[in-house]
């Protein structure tokens, strides 16, 4: 209902502005405005959300401020059913931007160059819109007194205003009262000139004593009176309007000084986020700084304990190939070894073959003699000196008894030696054999044993060869990688060298 009040008050003002939009629409009237025909050629120019995004927009990115307690139009009941509470908030939005905006001084003499009532309610209107503002980030202490000051001083305005006001209605008081002491005057005076003609007609008005003369008397003392009254309200009404025009006066420079600390104001809200983007940059380029400190102390420490890494993996390295080069060595010494064994064990294995071919010459010399005794045994037989049946001729006995029967001398004679020849010629062979198998077959033994031992230990050797070698790859890979990381901080440390300078803006000062 206030806010309903408030608008009904400010239709003048609402008035005057829609006519700034050049419509051809009559809008002198509240009815003009509800008619939708004024709204609909003003919508043809503008759009009511834009406006009032572009409102919300202005006041909280340019001038720094929040509405958040302040109920906010709604466009849609404004362009439906026109609103006439939703226009006063929209018209009091506009209002607010106007009086913030670069151009205020040209809409504040706009706005005082109206009636009295009107610029009562534009600045009710001012002042309900700055109580709902709020500062929308924290400023600094000049920001704050320039903030209080300028509250200060429309505070200080709207006294004016209202002092103003009261020597506005004190004056046409004065005016009244003037008005009815005139009319009293007038009645007065024609009261006097009815009772001077009545006075001329009966008795002199110079006789005190008369009725007249008393009454002419008293009418004279209550002119004066009123005389004096009048002349006193007319000096209090020429002090009014002096006191009235000092305080327009004084309104004027209160206004100007409004109009001063509000660019003031302006000047330290930009001063402030010039500050602000400042020390912004102050912390990102000391927290920049704080990280090349430590990459670079990083990159130090591993460059040292890559160092450290590449200085015992190279000594490793040159005794792992020293180890090596000895193992290729004994590797070597060994194959010659295992190639002269080998060498031995064919020219004992020959020698072997040879004894073998010997021995089964021997045994078709000894098969041969076995035939010839067998002859000879057959012989006897049919000369019928044999006694009893063949004897085994592999046996000794058999032999002696053999020769024993033999009566020739000659023959018994061949057959002993011949037996002899046979028994020295089995002892040496399976002497001889045995002994050359036994050397042979240890010799070949431990050539076998000494081939597998080589074999062992070749595998071994080339299986941590093979091991050294993948070491030695992976040692060399990691030496790429530290020195690719290493690159990389390089790099990443001269970039962010070069974002430090770059975001680092130069100092704006107040004076400049």
């Known amino acids: 209902a206030v806010m309903t009040s408030k608008v009904c008050k400010s239709n003048k003002c609402e008035f005057l502005l829609i006519q700034t939009f050049g419509v051809e629409a009559p809008c002198k009237t509240v009815e003009d405005l509800t008619s939708g025909v004024v709204m609909a050629q003003v919508l043809q120019k503008i759009n009511?959300?834009?406006?009032?995004?572009?409102?919300l927009d202005y006041i909280q990115e340019v001038l720094g401020q929040d509405i958040n307690d302040f109920p906010l139009p709604d466009v849609n009941l404004i362009g439906e059913h026109s609103d006439a509470a939703e226009l006063g908030r929209m018209l009091q939005l506009i209002l607010g931007c106007a009086v913030t905006c670069e151009q205020k001084q040209e809409y504040i003499k706009t706005i005082m160059v109206m009636e009295e009532s009107v610029q009562h309610v534009v600045m009710t209107a001012i002042q309900e819109l700055m109580t709902k503002e709020t500062p929308a980030t924290g400023g600094?202490?000049?920001?704050?007194?320039?903030?209080?000051?300028?509250?200060?001083t429309v505070e200080e305005l709207n006294d004016a205003l209202a002092t103003k006001e009261e020597i506005a209605q004190r004056c046409r008081e004065l005016d009244l009262q003037v008005a009815a002491l005139q009319e009293e005057k007038s009645s007065l005076l024609a009261e006097n000139q009815v009772l001077m003609e009545r006075l001329n007609q009966s008795d002199s008005i110079e006789d005190i004593n008369s009725p007249a003369g008393r009454r002419h008397l008293q009418l004279q003392t209550q002119l004066e009176q009123l005389q004096e009254e009048t002349f006193r309200l007319e000096a209090a009404k020429d002090d009014y309007r002096i006191r009235c025009e000092e305080l327009e006066k004084e309104l004027l420079d209160v206004k100007s000084q409004n109009e001063d600390l509000t660019s003031l104001a302006d000047e330290a809200q930009s001063l402030k986020d010039e500050i602000d983007v400042l020390r912004h940059s102050s912390d990102k380029v000391s927290k920049l700084e704080v990280l090349l400190d430590f990459f670079f102390f990083n990159t130090v420490v591993l460059e040292n304990e890559e160092l450290r890494k590449a200085n015992a993996a190279k000594a490793q390295l040159e005794t792992y190939k020293r180890q090596v080069v000895e193992l290729q060595n004994r590797l070597s010494e060994e194959s010659k070894k295992a190639d002269k064994m080998e060498f031995e064990y064919k020219r004992l294995k020959e020698k072997v073959d040879s004894?073998?071919?010997?021995?089964?010459?021997m045994r078709s010399e000894r098969d041969s003699l076995k035939e010839t005794i067998e002859e000879l045994h057959c012989v006897q037989a049919q000369e019928g000196q044999l006694t009893s049946g063949l004897f085994p001729l592999g046996s000794n006995d058999g032999s002696d008894s053999l020769a024993a029967e033999i009566t020739t001398p000659e023959m018994r004679e061949h057959v002993i030696r011949l037996q002899h020849e046979n028994k020295?010629?089995?002892?040496?062979?399976?002497?001889?054999?045995?002994?050359?198998?036994?050397?042979?077959?240890?010799?070949l033994e431990d050539a076998n044993r000494r081939k597998n031992e080589l074999e062992t230990e070749n595998r071994l050797i080339n299986q941590r060869l093979m091991e050294e070698q993948s070491q030695v790859e992976e040692l060399q890979k990691n030496l790429q990688e530290q020195g690719s990381k290493a690159d990389d901080v390089s790099k990443c440390l001269y970039s962010c060298t070069r974002t430090v300078l770059c975001v680092i803006p130069a100092p704006v000062y107040w004076w400049q």
């Open 48 to 55: 009511l959300k834009k406006i009032l995004k572009g409102i």
């Open 140 to 152: 600094n202490d000049s920001y704050v007194d320039l903030d209080r000051q300028l509250k200060k």
């Open 355 to 361: 004894l073998q071919k010997e021995k089964d010459r």
């Open 424 to 443: 020295m010629l089995k002892l040496a062979q399976e002497g001889s054999d045995n002994e050359k198998i036994a050397l042979l077959q240890s010799l």
